[in-house]
């Protein structure tokens, strides 16, 4: 009897694919790479046609050797590694290692572990795809080159076990560029103005808000221009001047990608996108559902396409049909154009069975599984449904000159709604109108509301707020969103607290090294560039190697340059008039994982430290001792008293030292400008160079 062999990735697919074949199969995982370049060594050889040396990974010689035992007795060898360009260059690495003959090695891929699936996939077999191998060597190839030739003068300049990645450094750059348009920021005043009206026969009043002119939109920027509009409007009839009623729709949203699922993971359930990976990889990869046995639910989890297989899109449509009404289903499968073709082999990520409800598998399921089964879910089953529809009404009260409005919506048809409401956005809009509200309507001034704002500045990006920023600019794929953000908060190069992603100083110290001596490294167009030609070499449009050897040489140049300026500047420990008391020495400023800190020069004899405070030369606004630059647990950098705890003064933004010449309060540092920080006060100055 023929004897078959199916090696995947992970041990934890074994089990799920065993029992959908037959005993004449054995299936067996590589638990990953079983190949790599060498750690102590660049690997590749730039002199010879940038030609990679590649090792067996330290650790995988027994299961290689166990491997090599099963396909000996094998007539023929499915190579059942994931669906993607990593998966297709394990299984080619894999046909290396244990020099598979090529008449009897097969690959084998589905985007679901599924029977009928991977049954499919087998009477599929085909060759290992070359194009898509060199697309992955050619950027194990670029981040290397880019990771051990900058990151040796990282430790020359600032410390030993800092690392400069190709996409890591862009992604840092992002955070550093978000940063300094926030501590640029300027505040700007604006007021709104409600309006409360009684409506005659009507006991619910009416908030009408301040609109501007009949035929312009006006924004109150000061208390003056609020006074005087409230001293016209005071003694003027309120009455309902237009009544506008109309119909919106809201589309249904698109399935899953791997970057909308984190993104939305990390707002809906908090999720890290490292945590929503994990999880999702458990949801694929299978789980023991009671009565079933191990069952992979939801499609492969690294994709940015949002195509769905006709089986799904029926299956589903007939599963809305049945539950919710021929009413809820869409109208024909969407075609949305991907901006990217690039895994599009792959589907969207989905239920591999939508009629395995999240309640049906929840008894199976951890706490986790769950809720992110329940999303996914949810928002693939409403792809599929009808869009919402509502009513809406938008009310101009006139009152002079001035205009005042009301709007609201209501919801004539709840659609997709029914089952998937996305973050952020409420169920239901509250500002349900009166509806005998017309033109003929008496309306009854009750009282004006008016309250002072200020413009924010743009948010600190989240993880999520990152991925998406990461996508839209074209930067890295599905499976490295989540390990760039890893890489760079493991670093210390950022610092994660409250969901918001903040500079360190350590990482404005990489940050300002990188573009300084590697501009192209960071930047975000020339990065999306590169991306686009591996995509190109994916596609068999371009040579591997051409893409290398076309990047190489500038990097060489410019690490040279760097190498030849960085020379001159030999870090020197900084001297201090910080006396030790241990051995009455100067003590010295160091660099530590954490930042700076103060050291004993008589090292290892006297093996005093104390934290560095570095003084900004400007007086507590609360007691008049030095402000000196802290750092949060995580690394974050404010500005306190260095006399803490006893006085509690704190700032993120850095102190002036001169006071607000109107107020009396202190100012703080605007990138060219000194705001006030009394927020009752708006002064703005212009930064004087001292």
């Not at 110290?509 to 990065?527: A, E, G, L, R, W």
Request: glycine fraction near 6%; include cysteine.
């Amino acid at each position: 009897m023929a004897r078959y062999l199916v090696i995947v990735e992970s041990p934890a697919k074994v089990k799920t694919i065993k029992k959908f074949l037959g005993s004449n199969y054995v299936v067996t995982a590589s638990n990953g790479h079983v190949r790599d370049l060498p750690k102590s060594q660049l690997g590749i050889d730039v002199e010879h046609d940038f030609e990679p040396k590649y090792i067996t990974i330290r650790g995988k010689g027994d299961i290689l050797a166990n491997l090599r035992k099963e396909v000996k007795k094998a007539d023929k060898v499915f190579l059942a590694t994931d669906p993607d360009r990593e998966g297709e260059a394990i299984a080619w690495h894999l046909s290396k290692a244990l020099k598979l003959d090529d008449k009897k090695m097969f690959r084998i891929s589905f985007n679901e572990i599924t029977k009928s699936a991977v049954k499919a996939s087998i009477k599929e077999a085909r060759e290992i795809d070359m194009d898509l191998v060199d697309a992955q060597q050619a950027r194990r190839a670029l981040d290397r080159i880019v990771g051990y030739r900058i990151s040796p003068l990282l430790w020359a300049k600032v410390k030993r076990g800092l690392s400069a990645g190709r996409v890591q450094s862009v992604a840092l750059r992002i955070i550093a560029d978000r940063e300094e348009e926030i501590d640029a920021f300027i505040p700007e005043e604006y007021w709104t103005l409600d309006a409360e009206l009684a409506v005659k026969g009507e006991r619910k009043h009416l908030q009408a808000k301040f609109y501007g002119k009949e035929k312009e939109k006006i924004t109150i920027r000061s208390k003056e221009e609020l006074d005087r509009i409230v001293k016209e409007v005071e003694g003027e009839t309120f009455r309902v001047a237009d009544v506008k009623k109309g119909e919106r729709s809201q589309k249904p949203p698109v399935p899953f990608t791997t970057s909308t699922l984190q993104q939305e993971a990390s707002k809906v359930l908090n999720f890290a996108t490292q945590k929503t990976m994990r999880i999702a990889q458990q949801l694929y990869e299978g789980i023991d559902l009671k009565g079933n046995g191990t069952v992979g639910l939801i499609t492969y989890l690294r994709t940015d396409s949002t195509r769905v297989s006709e089986e799904a899109d029926e299956n589903t449509r007939k599963y809305v049909s049945e539950v919710y009404g021929e009413a809820f289903v869409t109208e024909g499968q969407k075609k949305k154009e991907d901006g990217k073709k690039i895994q599009d082999a792959h589907e969207a990520i989905r239920p591999t069975d939508v009629t395995r409800t999240p309640a049906s598998v929840k008894e199976s399921l951890s706490r986790d599984q769950f809720r992110l089964y329940q999303l996914i879910w949810k928002r693939f089953v409403a792809s599929r449904m009808a869009p919402a529809k509502f009513e809406t009404t938008s009310v101009k009260i006139a009152a002079g000159e001035y205009r005042f409005q009301v709007s609201a919506s209501r919801v004539a048809f709840e659609g997709f709604r029914e089952v998937y409401v996305e973050s952020g956005e409420e169920k239901a809009e509250n500002n349900v109108l009166l509806k005998s509200l017309d033109v003929s309507s008496e309306l009854t001034k009750k009282q004006l509301d008016a309250k002072q704002h200020f413009t924010q500045p743009p948010a600190h990006y989240t993880e999520a707020a990152l991925v998406k920023a990461l996508e839209e600019l074209g930067i890295g794929r599905p499976s490295t969103y989540a390990p760039t953000i890893s890489t760079i908060i493991a670093r210390r190069y950022v610092a994660k607290e409250n969901k918001n992603l903040y500079l360190t100083e350590l990482g404005d110290v990489v940050n300002h090294i990188m573009k300084q001596s590697f501009p192209s490294i960071v930047d975000v167009n020339f990065t999306a560039y590169m991306e686009g030609l591996l995509d190109m070499v994916a596609e068999g449009k371009v040579e591997w190697k051409s893409v290398i050897s076309n990047f190489y040489p500038d990097l060489d140049a410019a690490v040279q340059q760097a190498e030849k300026e960085l020379e001159s500047v030999k870090i020197e420990d900084e001297v201090t008039d910080v006396i030790c008391e241990e051995c009455g020495r100067n003590m010295v400023i160091k660099y530590g994982p954490h930042g700076k800190f103060l050291a004993c020069p008589g090292f290892p004899e006297c093996r005093n430290t104390k934290p560095y405070l570095e003084k900004i030369g400007v007086a507590c606004p609360l007691c008049g001792k030095e402000v000196v630059v802290r750092k949060t647990k995580k690394g974050r950098r404010y500005y306190g008293c260095e006399d803490n705890p006893e006085c509690e003064f704190m700032s993120w933004q850095k102190p002036y030292s001169e006071k607000c010449p109107k107020c009396g309060s202190y100012m703080t540092e605007k990138g060219s400008k000194v705001v006030c920080s009394n927020s009752n006060c708006g002064f703005v100055g212009i930064k004087e160079n001292k």
